[in-house]
């Protein structure tokens, strides 16, 4: 067991360890990995989002000084996922036809970006145009034509239904049908992605630096694709720039700049510009759910049943297709933490002449809190009664975990209605409602949503891989500072800095003497890497469960060294001593030059040197975060513009580790929710032409569109190690839910409610025009 | 046309530089790839992020939108321009008590444009500070702890 120190770090509010050197312009991004010879990639991409190519001239390019080579799918005949199911996958460089705007056809490699840009302008490639695909519901019915000759439109289909479900529907006596529709976004990381590749001269193994979430994955998927074994091949994580998901994917353009780097035998360096990332970063929230509800007199719901859409794009992400995450998940955890005994669901996700769909924070939850929530509010304005009110009634309730849901997903203990009312408590709702009244009456439009979310996260599988487990490995140096290594991607999160407070309060050290690893696949074990929520739970377990170890070696060492039983070794402050007897005590470093200088002094039976790697699997196969989002928005009906003006959250993500960082994620979250509920959309118009392609068209929240965000914290812990669970993504799956809510509730006088995503000023005239 | 030099020199941070650059070159390329001060990062190429942010004699502006051979004759100064010999500006440490990064990505241009904004104002009003940092695009931290440190380092000047 865990023993308890003094002081604790975790659960503290310690500064990150990473910040001096981001602080400072000291830190290293993709950017700034630079050696000599090094050269540049721009790529030509498809102009049009569907069609054959005909021809590809690029003698031009060749031509130009400062060019080495330019090359198309017959120099590097790589296709990304060619798994059975999908029936497709997408070439690394184009191969005979082109199927989304964006797509990478030809990739020019020169001395540097502005001459690989020049020659990429001189490739002339000849198309000959095809109907695009573009609207999701015709494309299910393989409309205007197969996007794939070869493939159904309709990739991925799947039905799940609840025994007694048409019963129990059939029997409520209220029912409610709303269709409901999340529009095309995705992360906008602020560092773009980018690859680097070169080979070690002296060894002829292949580095690889990647802007990824998961160093060990993506090495594995450069392997497959170029057939290297893996003990060839290195991958090094520089600082992320912003993940969210989005970097978890293995792309088109990795594998061209690994590819060319072996081929030519020279480090070769690729960095997106923003026109790329909108238009090759995969994206997102395709998706459109109809749906019914019913329930009876009490506004207890009884059966939900949704069909669910997603366009999934042209391709499936490699490896991981963002539509099937994100409808296979949210039909399983679409009745969120109410108790609703039925559900029905039905799943078709198409191909279609866009962007592949991949991960984006929250994947399915923004998607199914939007839904979920906004049936509530549905069935409260139905029946005249309090929303809150009618979350209280259909609350999954303390006694009844470990709760199965409809779907059949098990969720461990949870605050659902505790954190319900910690956050109407924040946001002051009973005089919220009368101030309301107050203001409708000047022909002000003030509304609040309320966004209760559960936030299914360490799964064992995720757009992260199916690893499902971490692993950490400790080295105390002969100094004895220590070294510690994870299989982590961080990409902002504090990794260095919240698995260190773990590690301090395992081994006894000051965190300063503290090192965290990550990012390497030379340096780290083998591990699932970032994504799903997984690195706090699955990652900070894996960190007690060596530093358990470790702390087990050291009080071996104490105890034989300082004469005393093992049962009296306290650890900490960088000392180990006898209970009680202060005095008797050693450094942790004198422990360390015994175990690595003076071995003679090692205890019998004990190895040479202080080394140990831990793994962590949890025992469930998901631990479910949950809390509170309520947001209060004004609306004003004459330009249709949407202010969030306040926000609270309860939060409770069980033991927390560092609850500053855990506020910034939720921050994070807010933020990105508040875009996605009136900001951000990737809009296609009828050519299949991607028609936001630049910051100024797909908008970000800034520092003004987001307000003052209070937080609250209540801690359910897990019952895996630490009691840790994760937490990166509930923010952003409930935030759109709260801000659209609120958007409806102010707008109830004019009867509509939202049901697309974003919120337009458009749409908002249109809902006050139509009433 | 495309890889003529021309020569010209450049004060950052206090310093001359004596570069061969290419007329076309951005200043955050050239900063970047010909001074070597990485820390000033390229978002959007487009004018709109902000990360690229440096000061052009004491004001904000967009490193990606102006060629090298403009800042000739001007004062150029960097996050490597405002971090003291050892550890940290007083604005840099209020960023790291109110934890006001995660990423980093657009942090440095974060931090030159809200130490125009002290220069030139050393009290702001929380209003004016997210009126002022507008045009800095976070994606990681909502802004909040970004607001706050700005809002602790007031009136304490540049440090150092």
């Given at each position: 067991?865990?023993?308890?120190?003094?002081?604790?770090?975790?659960?503290?509010?310690?500064?990150r360890v990473e910040d001096?050197r981001l602080l400072?312009g000291q830190a290293r991004f993709l950017d700034d990995i630079q050696?000599?010879?090094?050269?540049?990639?721009?790529?030509?991409?498809?102009?049009?989002?569907?069609?054959?190519?005909?021809?590809?001239?690029?003698?031009?390019?060749?031509?130009?000084?400062?060019?080495?080579?330019?090359?198309?799918?017959?120099?590097?005949?790589?296709?990304?996922?060619?798994?059975?199911?999908?029936?497709?996958?997408?070439?690394?460089?184009?191969?005979?036809?082109?199927?989304?705007?964006?797509?990478?056809?030809?990739?020019?490699?020169?001395?540097?970006?502005?001459?690989?840009?020049?020659?990429?302008?001189?490739?002339?490639?000849?198309?000959?145009?095809?109907?695009?695909?573009?609207?999701?519901?015709?494309?299910?019915?393989?409309?205007?034509?197969?996007?794939?000759?070869?493939?159904?439109?309709?990739?991925?289909?799947?039905?799940?239904?609840?025994?007694?479900?048409?019963?129990?529907?059939?029997?409520?006596?209220?029912?409610?049908?709303?269709?409901?529709?999340?529009?095309?976004?995705t992360a906008v990381t602020m560092e773009p992605r980018g690859t680097a590749a070169?080979?070690?001269?002296?060894?002829?193994?292949?580095t690889v630096y990647a802007s990824t979430q998961s160093p060990h994955r993506m090495r594995?998927d450069i392997?497959?694709?170029?057939?290297?074994?893996?003990?060839?091949?290195r991958v090094i994580v520089p600082e992320v720039g912003g993940g969210f998901g989005m970097k978890a994917t293995c792309y088109?353009e990795d594998?061209?700049v690994?590819?060319?780097?072996?081929?030519?035998?020279?480090?070769?360096k690729w960095i997106s510009d923003r026109?790329e990332s909108?238009?090759s970063d995969v994206?997102?929230?395709?998706?459109?759910?109809?749906?019914?509800?019913?329930?009876?007199?009490?506004?207890?719901?009884?059966?939900?049943?949704?069909?669910?859409?997603?366009?999934?794009?042209?391709?499936?992400?490699?490896?991981?297709?963002?539509?099937?995450?994100?409808?296979?998940?949210?039909?399983?955890?679409?009745?969120?933490?109410?108790?609703?005994?039925?559900?029905?669901?039905?799943?078709?996700?198409?191909?279609?002449?866009?962007?592949?769909?991949g991960a984006y924070r929250?994947?399915?939850?923004?998607?199914?809190?939007?839904?979920?929530?906004?049936?509530?509010?549905?069935?409260?304005?139905?029946?005249?009664?309090?929303?809150?009110?009618?979350?209280?009634?259909?609350?999954?309730?303390?006694?009844?975990?470990?709760?199965?849901?409809?779907?059949?997903?098990?969720?461990?203990?949870?605050?659902?209605?505790?954190?319900?009312?910690?956050?109407?408590?924040?946001?002051?709702?009973?005089?919220?409602?009368?101030?309301?009244?107050?203001?409708?009456?000047?022909?002000?439009?003030?509304?609040?949503?309320?966004?209760?979310?559960?936030?299914?996260?360490?799964?064992?599988?995720s757009e992260a891989g199916?690893?499902?487990?971490e692993?950490?490995?400790?080295?105390?140096?002969?100094?004895?500072?220590?070294?510690?290594a994870l299989g982590l991607g961080p990409s902002g999160q504090g990794h260095e800095t919240t698995m260190?407070?773990?590690?301090?309060?395992?081994?006894?050290?000051?965190?300063?003497?503290?090192?965290v690893l990550h990012g390497d696949t030379d340096s780290a074990?083998?591990g699932g890497g970032t994504g799903g929520s997984r690195s706090g739970?699955?990652g900070?377990?894996?960190?007690?469960?060596?530093?358990?170890?470790?702390?087990?070696?050291?009080?071996?060492?104490?105890?034989?060294?300082?004469?005393?039983?093992?049962?009296?070794?306290?650890?900490?402050?960088?000392?180990?001593?006898?209970?009680?007897?202060?005095?008797?005590?050693?450094?942790?470093?004198?422990?360390?030059?015994?175990?690595?200088?003076?071995?003679?002094?090692?205890?019998?039976?004990?190895?040479?040197?202080?080394?140990?790697?831990?793994?962590?699997?949890?025992?469930?196969?998901?631990?479910?975060?949950?809390?509170?989002?309520?947001?209060?928005?004004?609306?004003?009906?004459?330009?249709?513009?949407?202010?969030?003006?306040?926000?609270?959250?309860?939060?409770?993500?069980?033991?927390?580790?560092?609850?500053?960082i855990?506020?910034g994620q939720?921050?994070g979250g807010?933020?990105q929710?508040?875009?996605?509920?009136?900001?951000?959309?990737?809009?296609?118009?009828?050519?299949?032409?991607?028609?936001?392609?630049?910051?100024?068209?797909?908008?970000?929240?800034?520092?003004?569109?987001?307000?003052?965000?209070?937080?609250?914290?209540?801690?359910?812990?897990?019952?895996?190690?630490?009691?840790?669970?994760?937490?990166a993504e509930?923010?952003?799956?409930?935030?759109?839910?709260?801000?659209?809510?609120?958007?409806?509730?102010?707008?109830?006088?004019?009867?509509?409610?939202?049901?697309?995503?974003?919120?337009?000023?458009?749409?908002?005239?249109?809902?006050?025009?139509?009433? | 046309?495309?890889?003529?030099?021309?020569?010209?020199?450049?004060?950052?941070?206090?310093?001359?530089?004596?570069?061969?650059?290419?007329?076309?070159?951005?200043?955050?390329?050239?900063?970047?790839?010909?001074?070597?001060?990485t820390g000033?990062h390229v978002g959007c190429?487009?004018?709109?992020c902000?990360a690229?942010?440096?000061?052009?004699?004491?004001?904000?502006?967009?490193?990606?939108?102006?060629?090298?051979?403009?800042?000739?004759?001007?004062?150029?100064?960097?996050?490597?321009?405002?971090?003291?010999?050892?550890?940290?500006?007083?604005?840099?440490?209020?960023?790291?008590?109110?934890?006001?990064l995660q990423c980093g990505y657009c942090t440095p241009g974060?931090?030159?444009?809200?130490?125009?904004?002290?220069?030139?104002?050393?009290?702001?009003?929380?209003?004016?500070?997210?009126?002022?940092?507008?045009?800095?695009l976070c994606r990681c931290t909502?802004?909040?702890?970004?607001?706050?440190?700005?809002?602790?380092?007031?009136?304490?000047?540049?440090?150092?």
């Open positions: 067991m865990a023993e308890v120190l003094r002081p604790q770090m975790m659960g503290a509010r310690v500064s001096p400072s050696v000599p010879g090094m050269l540049e990639v721009a790529f030509v991409r498809s102009p049009h989002a569907a069609a054959k190519i005909v021809a590809i001239d690029a003698d031009a390019a060749r031509r130009l000084p400062g060019v080495y080579a330019v090359i198309t799918h017959q120099e590097c005949p790589i296709v990304l996922w060619n798994q059975e199911s999908y029936k497709v996958g997408q070439p690394a460089l184009a191969d005979g036809d082109v199927a989304y705007v964006g797509q990478p056809v030809v990739a020019v490699i020169a001395e540097n970006r502005y001459i690989a840009e020049d020659a990429a302008e001189l490739v002339r490639v000849e198309y000959q145009t095809l109907t695009p695909v573009w609207d999701m519901r015709d494309a299910i019915h393989e409309k205007p034509r197969r996007v794939h000759e070869q493939a159904e439109n309709v990739f991925f289909q799947k039905s799940r239904q609840t025994p007694g479900f048409d019963e129990a529907f059939a029997a409520a006596p209220h029912h409610l049908k709303a269709s409901f529709r999340t529009n095309r976004q070169m080979l070690d001269a002296a060894s002829g193994r292949l594995e392997c497959t694709l170029l057939d290297i074994p893996e003990h060839l091949v088109p594998v061209v690994a590819h060319a780097a072996v081929k030519y035998r020279k480090p070769v026109l909108l238009e994206h997102a929230r395709d998706d459109i759910h109809d749906v019914e509800v019913a329930f009876d007199d009490d506004g207890k719901i009884i059966a939900i049943k949704d069909h669910l859409m997603a366009d999934g794009g042209a391709y499936p992400a490699y490896p991981w297709s963002g539509a099937e995450g994100e409808t296979g998940l949210a039909a399983r955890v679409l009745t969120g933490p109410y108790d609703i005994p039925y559900l029905a669901t039905e799943i078709d996700c198409t191909y279609s002449n866009k962007t592949p769909l929250g994947v399915w939850g923004p998607i199914a809190s939007f839904i979920q929530e906004g049936l509530v509010d549905r069935v409260a304005r139905h029946l005249k009664l309090d929303p809150a009110d009618v979350r209280r009634r259909n609350m999954i309730r303390k006694e009844q975990f470990p709760y199965r849901n409809a779907a059949r997903m098990i969720y461990d203990e949870g605050s659902y209605l505790e954190s319900m009312e910690e956050a109407l408590k924040l946001i002051g709702y009973e005089d919220f409602r009368h101030r309301q009244a107050q203001l409708r009456q000047q022909g002000r439009y003030v509304g609040v949503g309320i966004s209760v979310f559960v936030e299914p996260t360490a799964m064992a599988s199916e690893v499902g487990y692993s950490c490995t400790i080295r105390i140096e002969p100094s004895g500072r220590v070294t510690a260190a407070q773990i590690l301090s309060d395992q081994l006894g050290v000051p965190l300063e003497d503290i090192v074990p083998y739970p699955i900070g377990g894996a960190a007690l469960v060596a530093g358990r170890q470790m702390r087990e070696k050291l009080i071996k060492y104490a105890a034989h060294l300082l004469e005393a039983s093992e049962d009296d070794i306290e650890l900490g402050d960088g000392k180990a001593w006898v209970t009680g007897v202060p005095d008797r005590s050693l450094t942790i470093r004198t422990i360390a030059q015994t175990a690595y200088l003076d071995v003679s002094k090692i205890p019998e039976g004990m190895p040479i040197g202080l080394e140990v790697t831990g793994r962590y699997l949890p025992k469930r196969p998901v631990t479910f975060s949950n809390g509170t989002h309520i947001a209060e928005v004004e609306v004003d009906v004459h330009t249709g513009v949407v202010k969030v003006t306040r926000y609270a959250v309860a939060n409770d993500c069980g033991r927390v580790i560092n609850p500053t855990v506020e939720i921050h807010v933020a929710g508040i875009g996605a509920a009136v900001l951000e959309a990737l809009r296609y118009d009828e050519d299949g032409q991607l028609v936001t392609t630049s910051l100024l068209d797909y908008l970000l929240p800034e520092s003004t569109d987001v307000p003052r965000i209070q937080v609250q914290h209540i801690e359910t812990p897990s019952d895996g190690e630490g009691g840790i669970k994760g937490m509930g923010s952003l799956i409930a935030a759109p839910a709260a801000v659209a809510c609120a958007i409806s509730d102010a707008l109830a006088p004019f009867g509509g409610m939202v049901d697309t995503l974003p919120v337009t000023p458009e749409m908002v005239l249109k809902m006050v025009q139509n009433s | 046309m495309a890889d003529e030099r021309v020569e010209v020199v450049l004060r950052v941070n206090g310093r001359d530089h004596r570069l061969e650059v290419s007329p076309r070159w951005t200043l955050s390329d050239v900063l970047r790839h010909q001074v070597g001060l000033t190429e487009q004018g709109v902000g690229c942010t440096v000061l052009l004699d004491g004001e904000p502006v967009r490193s990606c939108l102006i060629f090298g051979v403009q800042a000739e004759g001007h004062n150029v100064t960097t996050v490597e321009g405002i971090t003291p010999e050892s550890g940290l500006s007083p604005l840099q440490e209020a960023f790291r008590k109110h934890h006001a974060m931090l030159l444009t809200a130490q125009a904004l002290l220069d030139r104002e050393p009290n702001p009003s929380e209003e004016t500070i997210r009126e002022a940092l507008t045009g800095n909502g802004y909040q702890f970004i607001v706050d440190a700005v809002m602790a380092a007031r009136g304490q000047g540049r440090g150092a």
